[in-house]
């Protein structure tokens, strides 16, 4: 089992910056697939980006490819989600989530059995 913190979120004018980390207990954590998700009120919960248990493979939904940058470092237990050029429309909370995997890339949210609480990202106009 895993636990996942997410942290970093805040307040950002368009066109600016933010990082987001995913801090993860557990002894194994390099053998999980992480997602990083978000949610706007009243819209459904949608993948952002993902990363397999080495790092190897990354996937990145169109709206965000080219502005956003999944990474992590297995030796700190944590997944980081660089946001670049945010736009009003990225304004949500934000969750990692985990699943053990040590071949596939999971992208949807009914694969992940392990979340966290949270952060929300608010991009003002």
């Known amino acids: 089992q895993v636990q996942l913190v997410e942290s970093g979120g805040g307040l950002v004018q368009a066109g600016g910056s933010l990082i987001l980390s995913c801090a993860a207990s557990?002894?194994?954590?390099?053998?999980?697939?992480i997602g990083w998700f978000r949610q706007a009120p009243g819209k459904e919960r949608e993948i952002v980006a993902a990363?397999?248990?080495?790092?190897?493979?990354?996937y990145y939904a169109d709206s965000v490819k080219g502005r956003f940058t999944i990474s992590r470092d297995n030796a700190k237990n944590t997944v980081y989600l660089q946001m670049n050029s945010l736009e009003p429309e990225d304004t949500a909370v934000y969750y990692c989530?985990?699943?053990?995997?040590?071949?596939?890339?999971?992208?949807?949210?009914?694969?992940?059995?392990?979340w966290g609480q949270g952060t929300q990202v608010t991009v003002s106009s």
């Open positions: 557990g002894r194994t954590f390099s053998s999980y697939a």
């Open positions: 989530a985990a699943r053990w995997s040590q071949t596939t890339v999971p992208i949807s949210k009914d694969e992940y059995p392990y």
């Open positions: 990363i397999s248990w080495s790092g190897g493979i990354r």
